[in-house]
């Protein structure tokens, strides 16, 4: 299928973030995907493969970077705050709605690991969305935190302090590293993962995150809203993921029967990449073939 890629810039809170919408042929207007990557992501970092599958599902694909990172503007640089980040994904999907070849009725958000976190805190608020797909989701941020072994903690505490008393010159640390090396991740092949990433992206990767963005993971806790969501909703979990620890029995006690739960006998990194890839993107295929009917 012959594939449209078109740039283009929306604004967050006043700042400019960059986005890219990938199109079908033809004339629309096509059902679409906004995406919402996770912790340190930008565009095309580990999504690629994720394009042709949904575009040749006849949806169209709008990726973006949040503010203060890839390509978008904002200062100060690589900071999160997932607040803010769901600022940003509904300014993306006001942007995605104005664009004459996109079904404003029949858009689906996407969101993986953190962004999966953001996507669902999103998507309770958008009863009017035509689905919601949660990658490796990250979903309660007390149990990432207690997931993490004491002594990194302690670390995470002295940088992430320093770094607050710095303001505006944020102190920096890795984002990924390899096992056993200081970052804020470095488990569940987050390297390798990585490395494959940057090999097809166009303009490399800033690997780095300010330390007070760690401070936000505890108190985030998108668990809370589940029951709130009343769209078609696709959960995509790995038993296997010690980053963003997948929690099944706690997401089936909400009783929300919006929500389908799928599992990967996988880690955090492995859905992007083969084999589980073809599992996972399977699930989600499936998924979104039942979601473009369904509404005119």
Not at 7 to 25: D, E, I, M, V
Not at 38 to 63: E, H, K, R, S
Not at 77 to 104: F, M, V, W
Not at 242 to 254: G, H, N
Request: proline fraction near 7%; hydrophobic fraction near 40%; glycine fraction near 8%.
């Amino acid at each position: 299928m012959r594939v449209i890629t078109e740039k283009s810039t929306f604004q967050s809170q006043g700042t400019n973030c960059a986005a890219t919408l990938h199109l079908p042929s033809g004339e629309g207007p096509f059902p679409a995907i906004l995406m919402a990557h996770g912790w340190g992501g930008v565009q095309d970092a580990l999504t690629i493969p994720f394009y042709p599958q949904f575009i040749n599902a006849g949806y169209a694909v709008m990726t973006f970077d949040y503010r203060g990172w890839g390509k978008s503007e904002g200062k100060p640089r690589q900071t999160i705050d997932p607040l803010k980040r769901e600022e940003d994904i509904e300014a993306a999907l006001s942007h995605l709605r104005s664009i004459a070849k996109i079904n404003p009725n029949k858009i689906v958000l996407w969101g993986t690991s953190f962004g999966g976190g953001h996507a669902i805190c999103v998507a309770a608020r958008h009863p009017e969305l035509l689905g919601l797909i949660a990658q490796v989701p990250m979903l309660d941020g007390i149990t990432a935190v207690t997931a993490t072994p004491l002594t990194r903690l302690i670390r995470f505490g002295l940088y992430a302090g320093i770094d607050l008393l710095r303001g505006s010159n944020p102190l920096y640390i890795p984002v990924v590293s390899a096992p056993g090396h200081f970052s804020s991740m470095d488990r569940d092949g987050a390297e390798k993962a990585m490395q494959q990433a940057i090999e097809v992206m166009e303009d490399g990767y800033d690997n780095r995150v300010a330390a007070r963005s760690l401070l936000k993971m505890g108190p985030y806790r998108p668990f809370k809203v589940l029951k709130q969501i009343r769209i078609p909703t696709l959960i995509v979990g790995a038993t296997k993921d010690s980053v963003a620890p997948f929690a099944e029995e706690k997401i089936r006690a909400v009783g929300n029967p919006s929500i389908k739960i799928e599992t990967l006998d996988a880690n955090h990194f492995d859905p992007y990449l083969e084999p589980a890839f073809s599992q996972n993107i399977g699930y989600q295929l499936k998924f979104l073939e039942t979601l473009v009917n369904d509404r005119t």
